[in-house]
Each structure stands twice: as structure tokens, then as C-alpha cells.
């Protein structure tokens, strides 16, 4: 079907944990991820599963005492020319020239990632200089032009974060992260502060960017339902680790691990027979203390002995329409239904 | 609220406040027990008795007309910059004595202010950034120097340097024997002796801008915006310096301009352990020898200086901080 | 489903924090608090156990300005009397001005800056110019001018003037942070639910600013006592009562540095240091309780043997973690 191609981002058993007197927590345990050019892939999963530890890690963004302690992050960017980086080993200064440049993010909370006292203009302004030679001129006019690309007056570039309406400051956060034309663009939740009028507008201006400019997109969420949409891959993440990796549509129709099909049961679709609304009974396990086996066993309605013998490694789902398709749950197959009837995801026709 | 009601806010402000220093001033010897002009002429037998009627009608002994004609003399001869005159020098007139204490006070202190804020400033973002380093090992010296009395530190450093080394003078604000002027032998005694003073001052208030501004700058080095910065791969110097040291310093301006009240006040320890010819020495013989017109002005000199001082820090504030402007003041 | 009032789970969650944080004091605060308390216990059991009179005099050559001995622990002065007991008996009269000044005043700012900051509106605007008028008069001079002006210097107008010229401080602090803690929801949760104004100030929002009002209270303390210190040095107080000020005025006057009588006022000047670096350190502990990132233990990361600062990229450290908490299975 698709040519096998380099995945730009590669991340390859990456072990993230916070270092404390009491010993390690262990936030991100051996997730394996690659991001190909131009593809999304989503990142799912509920608060604390470790999926911002897990990108903010990958960059190497986490503050002491958070430590990376295994695997490795391997970035091929079509500047590099064939040559392979690997994050884990750069210097800060090298690190430095990957920044922004091949990696861009887009926080949460842009009242909070914009500096309070910086114009608009200035902010990004800085952002170019650091990466670009440009002439001053030309800087201002790329700058402005970004500001053209999200759709917002020039005007605005005079502006302090504080007089920006909420949506406009995160189009600000993403005219920012494109600025100098990266390869990768990693979003940590960038809607879930706006309401939901503005949040299909900024999503709608990220897909049309995506097919103009031909990055690739992280796209981290506790929200699903999003992904299912936005999404060419999805990656699951429960409690530090990644329990299932699948094509949005075999997560949306065919989901094997039993928390996936926890959380597509927590909403409702549009089309579809109505159903009952389960959700996920409980709540995540302290990281600090969890049990052997597979995390998700005091939640999950298709828990037996075994599941507490299990290595929580990704395998192929055994008749998944989607080659790729891998879950960590050998004991549950796409469409199963739980012995109580829980964790039961409708089968819609597609 | 827009950026000019915000202003306008202020100055009704400062004007309030300065109305309340006159009003204070007029008060005090009229509410004070004890009748002052019999306290001055009982120390003072040669006074005339010209005198005696002037400091009467000065402090309102007299009851000279009702209390409202008193307050609207005292107004107007302040606007004319009218002070009264002093006891202990008669018939030297307040406001000249004030004249010539008063740029002694200003320039010492002031330099050494504005030395101390940025030192410590300086040190204090230094110590945040580099958190774990040697700046961190000297923070308890350092919250010794900010417990220890002034006075005391002063007269320690003079008895080290200055009584035993014998590398700077010992007190005062020239070489007596110099006369004052814009002369280059006048100018250096001035500045030798400005040293030890200086010294203690600086020395004494560094340590606690260092520490305030460490504080909040581990706060500011913690938010978002930093942390963003650093992942547009931005310079460490930018990030210290527009993007964390440019917001962590706001609160420290305000509290520096705040401050600017306290510099007079330790002006006057420095002065009295010093003998230095500024505007706090004065105000302290003024007190001990009980010279109630030269007190008062001085302290109306001091209460309006301060006020104005404010009023220009507050503008720099205003200057600094983008949300300000808004209106939107947080103090 | 049930919604958890939030109410509960603010002030249960204020509560474990603050008792998980005087658990974790630093070393700084520790040592502080130490000092701060021998200080206590000294200024009480001090007049008690001070061997001489303080203001005993003597006049015999061999009792005038005598180094330390045997017989007079901390020497003599200039006109025999016994440094020891001044000290002992100045400690209890400076500590004591302190507390009550700090007491008075730091009442009197939360009063203010409670009522300022909650009650918002014409009330704030008239408290924050009384504070404000209060903060930029100068405060060494009007009390110079203030205590000149009246006849009795004594302890009491002191403490007044003082606590009069100290509470504004603690009163905008208290005030900015009410400002914030009444656009938290769960104060709005609590109103929405009927809580009554007071009850609502004494539980939601006194509570979470119990670290801001101690370290008000020290930092005011502080104030106190270095200013009368100063102040008495100078000559501006009570004559007839022993406080540490008062040995270093009778030091001074003495010239007991020129005639290196160091044993007349370095034991008050250190006190008084001493005493101030105490409340200066636990004052850090107040801070640092309130706000976990200034924690020495947040600050000083050791990873690998190296400090990490913050501009620090996350540190690759491949040599297995160390006590790891839980035991996981060896995929393989």
C-alpha cells in the first residue's frame, strides 16, 4: 500500500524516570514510537499516564530530578540529508540547533507559555533570529507573514499576550512553533483550554497547515474522540506505558486493548445505535507502587490471574485488518466482550 | 481602566499623601503634651522676646486666629518655601540649612542604593540560574549581614579600617578645613570619605535584594513561558535575561521604589555613626537638642522627597510591566 | 455521579500539605527555629538568673571596664556594672518589645488586608490608600520626630509607634494574596453554597495564608527589634529600662571601641545579630513551606554526582535506576 518510508522521529525504548530520595518513579517505561514524515499519530491516554513526560522527554525539556534513564530518540529531518541524530547524545548547544528548527511544540496553556512582557511581534521575532540569518527586514516580514498563516491581523504583532483573546493566543502558540519551518510539531493538549467552537477552528487550521506545510504532528490528548478525527495512527498510554498503537480507524472500530475500549466507550459518537455509557471504573495507580504484571488488571473487566504474569510488550493483534496494529493485552482480541459486559465497544459498520 | 486613569490614579494618590505629610506636620507640636516654645525658651534664656512671639505664632501657642487661619498661613508659607527658623543656629533659616545638608544625603545614599540593587539584583539572578553553586553555599552569610544591625556592622567596619588600618578617615563628610565647592581637592576629600559609608551601606543592603530576587527568580525560572523559551532552542543568556529575569524583577521594583523611604532612614544611622554632614544628622541634633522648627522641616522635606521618589519609581514601574499599563495593578 | 466539593478538598488538601511541609523543614529553618527558641528561653529565664543588678554600679579601679573573669562573666563597663546581667535582663525587654509589636501589628494587617482584599470595591480602595500613605512615610525619621516630640519614651509608646509604622507591609502582602484566593473556585464554591462571610474567611481563605501571616509576623519581629535597637542607640528610649539598645548607647557614649572594650558591646550586638539571622532563617523555612520550589531539596539536584541547573537539558543517566520501588518482570 505505502512505500515503507524513514520515520522522522524515531523513539526507541525510552525510559523516563523522577529521581527521588525515595527512589525512582518510574513515568515513562520503554515506549516505542516513530512519527513518519507528514504523518499525525496521536497520543492518548488520561492525566499522569506520562504522555507530556513522554514528549517533553524525547526533547529532553524535563527539569531535574527528571532523568532519562534508557533508549534512545533518533530524529531523520529532511535538512539532515540522510544523516541520522540521536537526541539522547547531543551537547546543549547542539540540542540548541534541533530546537524549534526540527522540533517545534505547542504548549497547553499559551497565557502561560507566552511571555507576559514581550510584544506579539518581539516574541516571535525571537524565535527567527535564533535560527534563521535573515536580514532584519526580512525578518519582520516573515514574522508577520506567520501571523497571515493563522489568520490574525497584523495588527496584532504590537500586541502583549494579555489583550489576545484566548483562541488567538494559541494561533499566536502555533504561528510561533511554525516559524521556522520544522519538520516535527509536537502538541500537548492545545485545545483543551478553549471551548469547543474555537477548538474545531484551531483544529481545522492545524489539519490545513499540515497539508500545506507537510509536517509531521504529535498530537497529545486525553481527549479520543479528537484523534479518531485528526489522527492517521493512534498510541494508547496507560501508567507509563503504551498499551496499544493502532490506524485511527482500527482504534475507532476494532480497538484490542481492553482500556482502549474503556475510553471509546466514555463518549458518544454521532452515528452509531445509542448505548449505555460505561466509562472506566476506578482511577489511575500510583506510579510509585504498581503492581506487578499489567497496570491497567484492578480497572480492566476482562482481568484474570494471568494478566499479572504478563511483560507488557506490544504485539501484533492476531487478525487486525491494520498490519501495524500491536496491543500489549494477549488475552483480548478486537470486538471481545468482557464477562460482565462491560468494556463492550458497538461495532459500527464502516 | 486605561493606562492614563491609572496615572491619574496614582498622582491623586501622591497628592493625598502629601497633603496628609503637611497636615501631620501641623499637628504634631499642637497635639504633642507639653507646651514647646516654654520648652525652648527655658533652654535657650537669650532668646529675644521677638522670638518667643514668633515661635508662638509658629506653633500656634498663641492660638493666633482660629485654627483654620493657622493651617491656611502654615499651607502657604510652605508653599513659599518658608520653613521657620532654627533654634540651634539662629537665625539661620530652616530651609537653607535643609539646603545644605540635604544633596550630601541624596548623592551618598542614593549611589549606594542604586549600587546595592544592582549588585544584588545581579547576584540574586546569578544564584537562581545557577542554582547548586557556590552563590548558594555563601546564602547564610549572607542572612547573617541581613540580621545584623546596621550600626553595628558600621561600627565595626569603622573600627577595623579605619581606626586600627587606618585606610580611610574615620568620620565625617570632607576634611574639615576644606571649604565646600565645585574644586577638585574639595571633590576628592568628599568621595574619600564617601567611602567607608558607602561600603556599609551597600554591603548591608545587598544581601536582602539578593535574596528576594533569588526567590522570585526560581519561582519565574519555574513557569511555562521559560521552559518554552528554552525549547525554541532561544539562547540561555536571552532566556535568563528578557525572558526570566525581565519578569522576576517586577515585583523587586516596586519593592525598591518602597524602599527609597527606608534609604533616608538608614541614611540617618550611617549619618549619626559617621558624623556626615547629611540631612539625617541634622534631623537627630535637631531632636536631641530639642530644635522643633528645623525637626519639622526636615521631616516635611524628607516626607515629600520620599513621596516623590515613588512617584518616579512607580512610573518606571508602569514602564516595565506591559499589564500594568492595562490598569490592571496587582499592588 | 456525585460532585466532591471542593470546599472539603481545598482545605483538606491546605491542611496534609502544610503538615507534610513542617516535616520537611531545611536545615536553614531548623537551625532558625533553634536559635529563635534558646532566645525565648533566654529572654525568660534570663532576669532570673542574671548574678548582679544590672544598673549596680561600682567605682573601685579593679571593677572599672574589666575583661571577662571569673567574677564578671562577660567583663564590666565603664562604670562597673556586670555585662552578663545587662544582657540577660536587655534580652527579655528587647524580645518582648519585639513579639508585641509584631503581635499588634501583624493583627492589624491582616485585619486590613482581609478586609481589602475580600471585600474588594470602595472598602479596598480606601484601606490600600491608608496602607499606602502609611508605607511611603518614612519611618526611622517620623519615629524620630515622634518619640522626640513625647515626653515618656517608655516601652509602651514604643510599641506603639511602631506597630503603627509596621502593619502596612504585612497588610498589602495579605491583601494581594486575598485578592488571588477569592478568584480560586473553591472560595466561590463556598459562596455559591451560602457560606457565610466570616466563616468563609476564617475557613477557606485564613487558613491558606497561614505561611504569608508567619512570615509576616517574623519579618515584622525583625523590624521591630532592629529599629528599636537603633532607636535606643541613638538615645531615643526609656532611660531607666535595660534593653540590648541601651547597652550599645552606654557603649558607644563610653567609647568602649575606641578603648577596645569589646567585651561591652559585642555580646548585645551579637545577640541582636544573632537573634536577626535566626529570624531571617526561619523565616526562609516559612517561605520555602509555603512554596515547595524554593526548597533546598528542589534546588539542589544531585544526578551523577553534579549539580543540574535548570537551563540543563534532561540529563541520560543509562546505569539503571536505583531502589526501584516496584519489582517488574524482565521482558525477554
Known sequence: MTVPVEPVLEISELSVAYRGAAGDVRAVERVSLSLRPGEVVGLAGESGSGKSTLAYGACRLLRPPAVITGGSVTYRGRRLAGRSVEVLERTPPELRELRWREIAIVFQSAMNALNPVLRVRDQLLDVVEAHLSLTKLDARERVASLLDLVAIPRDRLRSYPHELSGGMRQRVMIAMALAVDPEVVIMDEPTTALDVVVQREILGQIVELKQRLGFAVLFITHDLSLLLELADRIAVMYAGQLVEVASAHAVHHGPAHPYTKGLLNSFPSLRGPRRELAGIPGSPPDLRSLPAGCPFVPRCGFATDECTKVDMVLRAVPGARDPGHVSACPFVAPGAQAPDGKGTVSEVAS | ??????????????????????????????????????????????????????????????????????????????????????????????????????????TLVGVATIVSFALGTGLGILAAWRRGGWLDRVLPALTFLQGIPYFFLALLVVDAFAVHLGWFPIQQGYSPGLVPGWHWPFVQSALYHSVLPALTIVVTSMAGWMLQMRNVMITTIGEDYVLAAQAKGLSSRRVVTTYAARNAILPNLSGFALSLGFVISGALLMEIVFSYPGIGLTLYNAVTSDDYPLMQGIFLIIALAVLLANLVADAVYVLADPRARAGRSET | MTVALPVRGARARGATRRAAGARRLSTKARIGALICALFVVAAIVGPMVAPYDPSAQSFAPVDILHAPSMAHLLGTTARGEDVLSQVLVGLRATLVLGLLTGLIATVLAVVVGISAGFLGGFWDELLSLLSNVFLVLPALPLLVVLIGYLPQRGQTSTILVLSLLGWPWGARVIRAQTLTLRGRDFVAASRETGERTWRVIFFEILPNEVSLI???????????????????????????????????????????????????????????ALLGTGLVLLNFGIDEIGNPRLREAAGRVRIEGRAWRPADPTPVVRSGSTRSPAARPEAR
Open chain 2, 1 to 106: 481602566m486605561s493606562a492614563v486613569a491609572f496615572v491619574v490614579r496614582r498622582l491623586v494618590f501622591y497628592v493625598v499623601a502629601g497633603w496628609a505629610a503637611l497636615t501631620v506636620n501641623f499637628f504634631i507640636p499642637r497635639l504633642m503634651p507639653g507646651n514647646p516654645v516654654e520648652t525652648m525658651m527655658a533652654k535657650f534664656p537669650e532668646l529675644q522676646p521677638q522670638a518667643q512671639r514668633a515661635l508662638e505664632a509658629e506653633f500656634g501657642a498663641r492660638h493666633d486666629g482660629s485654627l483654620i487661619h493657622q493651617y491656611g498661613q502654615y499651607v502657604v508659607d510652605v508653599f513659599h518655601g518658608n520653613l521657620g527658623v532654627s533654634v540651634i543656629e539662629y537665625p539661620a533659616k530652616v530651609s537653607s540649612i535643609i539646603g545644605a545638608t540635604l544633596p550630601w544625603t541624596l
Open chain 3, 214 to 272: 508567619a512570615a509576616s509576623f517574623v519579618s515584622t519581629v525583625l523590624y521591630a527589634i532592629g529599629t528599636s535597637v537603633a532607636l535606643a542607640f541613638i538615645g531615643l528610649t526609656n532611660f531607666s529600662q535595660w534593653s540590648l539598645g541601651l547597652i550599645l548607647y552606654w557603649a558607644q557614649n563610653g567609647n568602649a571601641l575606641q578603648l577596645n572594650a569589646w567585651w561591652w558591646f559585642a555580646p548585645a550586638g551579637l545577640c541582636v
